[in-house]
């Protein structure tokens, strides 16, 4: 198989981007087998709560993935809605038995917060009931307005940035409460069950990405795939290698890039990437822990002026 050809073994394959448990789970199967795992690889299919089955995980872990990822989003109904999507909370909740039943140890739950209507008690509910489900992780973000979407043009739905800060204080604090810790500023676990997969992108790891639109990594050097599935395929089909567009980064940058990456996480960037003047101005965003600095919760919130004042030091 072409994915198999030349790769080293992976660390971690996630499968994802799209609704990849809408394919046959024997030939989504048949595809990981054909992928060279290293030693305790961490492989990870996202999965929708309206498609998934006792039989679906089965053949999963049979097949080798250890870890799913459900898209809950929400567990209040007007708020799916308003999401476009169309499960419900009982879907939610069978979906999580069925896959303890099948025997995965870890998996993850995503959630969106500031989608149109969703009030400060609905996301409550939201996070309560994930909370009650005892995950042992969670993915939490704020809904984004991108470019050349139906949501672009509805201004009206766009969310506001104060309710979704008040938001997220409210998640970090109810997982904090509940035994999740956060380790990215969107991403909170359980001891021992943080992701390989998104540490591999925090810290500039190599990652090879196949698909429409998958964006890939090596040393430096960007790119991204041909996004229609059409046009792939035929790509594919002729020997060609499906790559839309990429971009090369020189030393300097990816040393910034770096440390904006790295503020994220729970360990922080090194003292000496903020002035201490700086350090003095964002005292109530940032913490010292040792040689390190790090995001308070309130940081976490404004972690893009931060970045903005990172500094290389030789």
Not at 258 to 280: H, K, M, S, Y
Not at 300 to 312: D, H, K, T, Y
Request: proline content about 5%.
């Amino acid at each position: 198989m072409v994915v198999a050809q030349g790769m080293l073994p992976a660390t971690s394959v996630f499968v994802g981007g799209g609704t990849p448990s809408m394919v046959p789970a024997e030939e989504l199967v048949a595809v990981i087998r054909d992928i060279p795992l290293a030693t305790n690889a961490e492989v990870t299919v996202e999965c929708n709560p309206d498609n998934i089955t006792l039989e679906m995980m089965r053949t999963y872990r049979d097949g080798g993935v250890n870890r799913i990822s459900i898209g809950v989003q929400s567990t209040v109904p007007h708020v799916l809605t308003a999401l476009g999507r169309t499960h419900d909370p009982e879907n939610v909740r069978r979906s999580v038995a069925y896959v303890r039943e099948a025997g995965f140890t870890t998996f993850n739950l995503d959630i969106i917060y500031g989608a149109a209507g969703e009030s400060i008690a609905d996301w409550r509910t939201t996070v309560s009931d994930v909370v009650a489900l005892d995950p042992p992780h969670v993915s939490a973000y704020g809904l984004t307005v991108e470019a050349n979407t139906p949501l672009a043009t509805q201004p009206e739905r766009h969310p506001d940035n104060d309710d979704q800060a008040d938001k997220y204080e409210i998640v970090d604090e109810l997982f904090a409460n509940n035994g999740l810790t956060n380790y990215e500023i969107s991403n909170w676990a359980k001891s021992g069950h943080e992701c390989k997969h998104n540490y591999l992108y925090w810290l500039q790891g190599n990652y090879d990405g196949f698909g429409c639109a998958a964006h890939a990594h090596k040393n430096g050097r960007r790119w991204w795939n041909v996004r229609t599935p059409d046009r792939y395929i035929e790509m594919v089909n002729a020997g060609e290698i499906p790559e839309s567009s990429s971009e090369m980064l020189d030393s300097e940058t990816r040393k910034l890039e770096a440390l904006q990456l790295l503020v994220r996480v729970r360990d922080g960037v090194p003292i000496n990437a903020l002035a201490e003047q700086d350090r003095e101005i964002m005292s109530d965003l940032i913490t010292q822990v040792g040689d390190r600095i790090v995001l308070t919760r309130a940081g976490r919130l404004m972690a893009n002026e931060v970045s903005l004042r990172l500094r290389v030091v030789a």
